[in-house]
């Protein structure tokens, strides 16, 4: 079972989402995508992992404020330990920068760049928060493995869609240069090329002779 909540203080609004225990965690690790934040976790302390889906081509760093204050909410209220104490610290990073090594326990993870990893103070529980985010929570039973897979179906059917575009952007602007090549070839072809200066003489002769007579 996977929980489900909506952060609507932003526009568009933004799903928030959290496994029901460890080994949900584990596969919602396993089965995320690029644009999801990891970890909203509690730092030091045992505690829900809760993650963000950004809307595709967004990336960590356009979550908005509001977004990772209601996720700090959330996260230090569905911690024993931390939802206890005041001043907590949360971190989270990017789905990418996780980082899963064999003998880990269920649930556990590490990361590839501890630079990629941010942190956010928690002075107290706010309960209005923590209302309104329980007001929009959502249980349901998703199918990970194939919401992954038809993720990625979609991935390279767009990858596939942006190669076709830009092939044609390169053949138009190819024939394109081809045309304006070969018009400024044709102003300076020799065979296309013809003075008036001798019509003109052979024009003038024959009028004054006209005149003459």
């Known amino acids: 079972m996977v929980l489900y909540y909506t952060s609507n203080i932003v526009d568009p609004p933004v799903t928030i989402y959290m496994g029901k225990d460890k080994?949900?965690?584990?596969?919602?690790?396993?089965?995320?995508f690029l644009e999801d934040i990891w970890y909203f976790h509690v730092d030091k302390l045992s505690s829900a992992h809760v993650y963000v889906r950004l809307q595709p081509g967004q990336t960590w760093l356009d979550i908005p404020e509001e977004?990772?204050?209601d996720c700090a909410q959330l996260v230090k209220a569905n911690s024993i330990e931390g939802?206890?104490?005041n001043g907590i610290t949360v971190i989270y990073t990017p789905w990418d920068n996780l980082k899963k090594t064999p003998g880990m326990e269920t649930g556990q993870v590490t990361f590839h760049n501890n630079k990629k990893v941010k942190r956010v103070f928690v002075e107290k529980r706010i309960n209005e928060v923590v209302n309104r985010l329980n007001k929009t929570k959502v249980e349901r039973f998703p199918d990970l493995l194939q919401e992954k897979v038809q993720r990625e179906k979609i991935d390279r059917l767009k990858a596939r869609e942006g190669e076709f575009a830009e092939k044609e952007r390169v053949r138009i602007l190819a024939e394109e240069k081809k045309r304006a090549e070969e018009e400024i070839n044709?102003?300076?072809?020799?065979?296309?090329?013809k003075s008036n200066?001798?019509?003109t003489e052979?024009?003038?002769i024959n009028a004054?002779?006209?005149d003459f007579m």
């Not at 044709?186 to 090329?193: A, C, G, V």
């Open 208 to 210: 004054a002779e006209e």
């Open 197 to 199: 200066y001798r019509e």
């Open 186 to 193: 044709n102003m300076f072809d020799p065979s296309q090329m």
């Open 83 to 85: 939802n206890k104490k």
């Open 202 to 204: 052979v024009e003038d």
């Open 23 to 32: 080994y949900e965690n584990d596969d919602l690790i396993k089965y995320g």
């Open 67 to 69: 977004v990772v204050h």
